[in-house]
Each structure stands twice: as C-alpha cells, then as structure tokens.
C-alpha cells in the first residue's frame, strides 16, 4: 500500500475502509499509532481537557475528519485535513488538486506575520497637532510595545512601525486611531498584540492629551496576506461532452460574474471558504478571525468582489490566482492545546505558520476550481446529489450497507428525499 503520501498513485484511498486508511497513514506518514488514535478521534479531546477551554463545558462536539489528497504545494506533497460536514468538498478539492500536478501543483508564498493593533484616541482638543506628537514619539512607543513579549523578540518578531489615522467623518466626529504593526512569527498573534495595544495607551493618551478609548487587534489582516497560483493545462479540463475549451472559457466567464457582481462574489467566496475553513478548524486555528477577514478583504476597494483570478495562459491553459488575509498559527492557543489540532499540524508536517497559511489559500484555489468547474459545466448538483444522498439515507436510517445502496436508488430516482428514503427502507425491511 505504500505511495507518496499526498499523491494517489497506487491506492485510491477513498475506496478504503476507515481502518485501512489508519493503517496507510501509519505507512506512508511515519506517525505513531498513538498519534493516530489521537487522529482519528478515538482518542481526541476529552471533557476534561475541553473544561480548561472555554466555560460551562457538559461535553464536546464531534465533526468528521477528512484528508484531501493529491495537494503539491510548493513542491512538497501535503495531505489535506478538513474538518466538516458538508459532502464533496474533500473529493473535489482532491480531484482538482489532480489536474494541478501536471503542471507542478500550486506555487504559494506569504508576506511578513504582521497583524494589525488598534488604538482609538477620541477627545482631542487639537486632532492634528496631536496625531504628528504621536508620530513623534514612534520609536519611544516601539520600545514600550517591545518588552510586552520578550520571548517573540527572541524569535524575531516584534512591534515594526506605527502608524496614525486620522478618522474625520465619524458618528462622534473626528478622532484619530493609531495602529501598531506587530509581527507575530508563528502565533495567530491575537493575544500579543491586544496586550502591546493595551500597554502603550497611557503613553499615547499623555502624549496626545485625548483619551484612548478601544484598544484591540484588527481582523482585517492586509498585512498577512497568503497568495496561491495555479496553472491546470488545458488536456485536463475535458469533462464529458464539454470540450477542453469550452471548460476553461466556462470558468473564466463564471469567474467574472462574481468579479462583477457582490450576489454572485458572496456565493464564489463562500465556496473558497467551503475549503479554507476546514483547515483552520482542523488546526485549532480561529475560523471567525479569518472569515472576517478575508471577506473585509474582499471589499476592500469599496465593492464586495472575488478572492479569486482565472484567465488563459499563452498556451491556453487555464490560470488561477488567490489573495487573502490569513491569520494562522502553529504555536498558542488551541494549535498546542487540542491533542488532534496538534495531530493534524504533525500529518501536514508544516515548520511555520507561513507554510500552513500556503496550504490553506492553495485548498482555497482548488475548492473554488471544483465549484466553478461543476457550474460551468453540468451544474453542481449532480455530484452534490450523489453525496447527499448517502446522508439522507443515514438519517432515514439506513445501517451499513444499506446506506450506499439506498443513496444509489434515491439518486437514480432523482428523489433524494428522507420520506421517500423511509419508505424504501420500510420496503426493503419487510
Ligand atoms: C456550495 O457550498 C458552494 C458553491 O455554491 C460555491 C459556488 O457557487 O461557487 C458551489
């Protein structure tokens, strides 16, 4: 059963049954049983560790755990893990990480760690007066932001500049907001940065003569961002009757409607996040953090618009680009804390955050490929059906076999409903 882990060379993993794809994980990955016992849930989080992360615990909340394959990002195979409930984002994310590989996959990169702290000064006798006193003092405030976490000094990171805003048509009139940029290695930064913001407030309310009144990071993290690109030649894109052409022209056109239009940007987002999210959830990372920001990115230039890009090469391939904010880490919080996140970060053997976020925003590309891909073409519904299916029939009841077997009849019957499941089972049962 050995092959190169990510790829899907010899073993189509999905045809193998939970335990055989353990026992593939074992080979192919180098990782403990243990770890996999941790891995696959059987031995996850306990109430008892859940109790120390958040109040008035009574239990914890299983999701489904699975691994998207084929993923070459950078050139180094990753499997995929994505936690979540909803049916054929893994095998499609998987597919199109497929058709990527004959053209080497996905090529990602990140910008610097440095999120973003907000210091709201208000009651400003002279605003302007004020905001250049604040600049003054840049590297005396710098300083002060420094001795907050000695330890991401040490490791690099750190307070790099500050900047002031003047915000003049406001509810409450003008006030300025001075923010601290911070880079944060390999955290998601949250708690260093609130407490650098926090620190340096008496400093800046003497020097300005105003008030600080919030002081608290930013979501929207333009200065983390994580790019992807792709390219999928054009022999890949056949799809039944469609011609190769007719494929990548499909998608090109479905990519500029969500261009054009926020009701269309919102959905083609949402797809991109189908894959985006799974992956930060997986790794204990916070998926509301990312969701603001990436959609707060998305408007940035006033208009709601696609995170993604697809065009034609001069050989007629199709092209693929992503940009978002991507604030994940590997150290802090619940990367460290949950045993399975720490599992998933050993399977992805990612060495920084920057790597992880590569990863994420390469799923992302991919999962917006399947989605435009499925639309431009036979329309999604099918594959979805297929996979619903087996749902429906799960939730009518149906046990072992029956549940590949039911799912199979309601889809031929174009009736994936849970009454008309009942009564197939009802039947079958007599
Ligand atoms: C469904 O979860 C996601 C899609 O709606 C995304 C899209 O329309 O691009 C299929």
């Given at each position: 059963?050995?092959?190169?882990?990510?790829?899907?060379?010899?073993?189509?993993?999905?045809?193998?049954?939970?335990?055989?794809?353990?026992?593939?994980?074992?080979?192919?990955?180098?990782?403990?049983?243990?770890?996999?016992?941790?891995?696959s849930?059987?031995?996850?989080?306990?109430?008892?560790?859940?109790?120390?992360?958040?109040?008035?615990?009574?239990?914890?909340?299983?999701?489904?755990?699975?691994?998207?394959?084929?993923?070459?990002?950078n050139?180094?195979?990753?499997?995929?893990?994505?936690?979540?409930?909803?049916?054929?984002?893994?095998?499609?994310?998987?597919?199109?990480?497929?058709?990527?590989?004959?053209?080497?996959?996905?090529?990602?990169?990140?910008?610097?760690?440095?999120?973003?702290?907000?210091?709201?000064?208000?009651n400003?006798?002279?605003?302007?007066?004020?905001?250049?006193?604040?600049?003054?003092?840049?590297?005396?405030?710098?300083?002060?932001?420094?001795?907050?976490?000695?330890?991401?000094?040490?490791?690099?990171?750190?307070?790099?500049?500050?900047?002031?805003?003047?915000?003049?048509?406001?509810?409450?009139?003008?006030?300025?907001?001075?923010?601290?940029?911070?880079?944060?290695?390999?955290?998601?930064?949250?708690?260093?940065?609130?407490?650098a913001v926090e620190?340096?407030?008496?400093?800046?309310?003497?020097?300005?003569?105003?008030k600080?009144?919030?002081?608290?990071?930013?979501?929207?993290?333009?200065?983390?961002?994580?790019?992807?690109?792709?390219?999928?030649?054009?022999?890949?894109?056949?799809?039944?009757?469609?011609?190769?052409?007719?494929?990548?022209?499909?998608?090109?056109?479905?990519?500029?409607?969500?261009?054009?239009?926020?009701?269309r940007?919102?959905?083609?987002?949402?797809?991109?996040?189908?894959?985006?999210?799974?992956?930060?959830?997986?790794?204990?990372?916070?998926?509301?953090?990312?969701e603001?920001?990436?959609h707060?990115?998305?408007?940035?230039?006033?208009?709601?618009?696609?995170?993604?890009?697809?065009?034609?090469?001069a050989?007629?391939?199709?092209?693929?680009t992503?940009?978002?904010?991507?604030?994940?880490?590997?150290?802090?919080?619940?990367?460290?804390?949950?045993?399975?996140?720490?599992?998933?970060?050993?399977?992805?053997?990612?060495?920084n955050?920057?790597?992880?976020?590569?990863?994420?925003?390469?799923?992302?590309?991919?999962?917006?490929?399947?989605?435009?891909?499925?639309?431009?073409?036979?329309?999604?519904?099918?594959?979805?059906?297929?996979?619903?299916?087996?749902?429906?029939?799960?939730?009518?009841?149906?046990?072992?076999?029956?549940?590949?077997?039911?799912?199979?009849?309601?889809?031929?019957?174009?009736?994936?409903?849970?009454?008309?499941?009942?009564?197939?089972?009802?039947?079958?049962?007599?």
């Open positions: 059963m050995t092959d190169s882990p990510g790829s899907e060379k010899s073993t189509k993993f999905y045809n193998l049954s939970q335990a055989e794809r353990l026992a593939w994980l074992e080979q192919n990955t180098g990782m403990s049983a243990e770890t996999l016992s941790i891995l849930g059987e031995n996850g989080l306990k109430t008892e560790q859940a109790n120390h992360m958040i109040e008035n615990v009574i239990g914890t909340f299983a999701l489904p755990l699975g691994i998207a394959k084929n993923f070459l990002v050139g180094r195979e990753v499997l995929v893990p994505m936690v979540l409930e909803e049916p054929s984002v893994v095998a499609s994310a998987s597919f199109m990480a497929k058709l990527a590989r004959p053209a080497g996959g996905f090529t990602a990169h990140t910008t610097a760690p440095e999120m973003i702290g907000q210091i709201q000064v208000i400003l006798p002279e605003i302007h007066s004020a905001r250049l006193r604040i600049l003054e003092a840049r590297q005396q405030l710098l300083d002060i932001a420094a001795e907050v976490d000695p330890m991401l000094q040490k490791l690099g990171g750190g307070p790099r500049d500050l900047q002031v805003r003047l915000i003049e048509d406001s509810p409450i009139g003008a006030f300025l907001v001075v923010h601290l940029i911070f880079d944060v290695r390999d955290a998601m930064g949250a708690n260093a940065v609130n407490t620190r340096l407030a008496p400093q800046i309310e003497s020097i300005s003569g105003g600080v009144h919030l002081r608290i990071l930013s979501n929207l993290a333009d200065r983390r961002l994580a790019r992807s690109r792709v390219t999928i030649q054009l022999d890949q894109l056949a799809f039944g009757n469609f011609s190769t052409e007719e494929v990548r022209d499909g998608i090109i056109n479905a990519w500029a409607f969500a261009v054009s239009d926020p009701y940007a919102a959905t083609h987002n949402k797809g991109i996040m189908n894959a985006i999210d799974p992956i930060v959830i997986a790794t204990g990372n916070d998926w509301r953090a990312v603001a920001g990436v707060a990115y998305a408007a940035r230039n006033g208009k709601y618009t696609s995170l993604t890009t697809w065009g034609k090469d050989a007629g391939n199709l092209v693929g992503i940009e978002m904010p991507m604030a994940v880490g590997i150290v802090g919080g619940a990367t460290r804390v949950h045993p399975q996140a720490k599992a998933v970060l050993e399977l992805m053997k990612v060495e955050a920057a790597q992880l976020a590569e990863i994420i925003v390469s799923a992302g590309l991919a999962q917006n490929l399947a989605a435009l891909r499925a639309l431009a073409t036979e329309g999604i519904q099918r594959g979805h059906m297929t996979l619903h299916a087996r749902q429906v029939a799960i939730a009518a009841g149906a046990v072992e076999e029956e549940i590949s077997r039911l799912a199979a009849q309601l889809v031929q019957e174009k009736q994936v409903r849970i009454d008309r499941a009942q009564e197939i089972l009802t039947e079958w049962r007599k």
